[in-house]
């Protein structure tokens, strides 16, 4: 039988980020992040557009060990107990690099290992550090690769009452960049453009569509909306004269009005028809302000709670899938190096 104390060594690799942390059981049982190690390779894909699998394994490779290291610090590593690791969802060579970097730790210490669904760990995001959690909570999350609501019956126990049929927010948001000419990723340059218009006291002219806002799911569609701005951006160019540079903040602003009023709204319908104890708000378009704003204003008048995760917590990062783990610990969901597996479209 373990008696140490909970301490886990937490790895994800899933993507673009190269990312370790460590976590710990507080006295009063919840999970503690002790340090949470990120290195992007942002800068590398922004050169491409975008992230090109082959170059994002081969720097995970370079530096997944550098990572570790940084996370563990003055911690030797016989005092972890456990493994926490992404299996997916997620580009199968990126992973791959983490998932059988764990293992092979997993294996040499004769510890445990925790495979965690990378939504899972976007979800748990917003959880770290927190004593006491109620359930139901009703979980919006809103990534490059992903668009969920997602009812949380209990910890660790999913129902998915909305998908997106189409293009993920984060996706929507780096496609509209690249149509304006804006690099990579999109959210936060479309973002920052946004504001910069509305801090001039001005409101878009331009109106973008509000797909499938009155459907009457729970799901999403952002692909009609990408080519909305295409075409928007099309006839605006016709005449071979290029963009100015506040139009394409204007283009920003109506884009992020059409996507934050989608979420918002489909998320308050959700809240009203299951009655959760809480909202979270999760995935690296969490740390988009608008839609913070937003979601804080129409809940809260509501009369919801609202978990929103700190921003560092909202993109990819492994402090969040050592806080997943931390809730499999205590259901004695554990598993041995032998016994996992890794998708690349892993589903929740
Ligand atoms: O969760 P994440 O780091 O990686 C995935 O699991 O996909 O999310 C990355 C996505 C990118 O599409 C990026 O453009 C978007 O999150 N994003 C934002 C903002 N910051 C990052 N989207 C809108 N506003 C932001 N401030
Ligand atoms: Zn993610």
Known sequence: MNLKPIKILAIESSCDETAAAIICESKDFSPVISSNIVSSQIDMHAKTGGVVPEVASRAHMESILPVIEESLGNEKLENITHIAVTAGPGLIGSLLVGFNTAKALAYSLDIPIIPINHIEGHIY????????????????TVSGGHTSLTLVKDHLEYE???????????????????????????????????????DQGKTAEIIFPRPILNDGTFNFSFSGLKTAVLTKVKQLTANGESLSDNIKAEICCAFEDAVVEVLVQKTLKAAEQYNPKSVILAGGVAANKRLREELSRQLESNGYNLILPSPELCGDNAAMIGVAAYYHILKNDIKSWNEISVASNLKL
């Open 125 to 140: 995001s917003a959880l770290a550090e927190r004593e006491k959690v109620e359930f139901p909570i009703l979980a919006l």
């Open 160 to 198: 998915n009452i909305g998908l997106t049929l189409d293009d993920a927010t984060g996706e929507a948001f780096d496609k509209v960049a690249k149509l304006l000419d804006l690099g990579y990723p999109g959210g936060p340059v479309v973002s920052k453009l946004a504001k910069g218009f509305r």
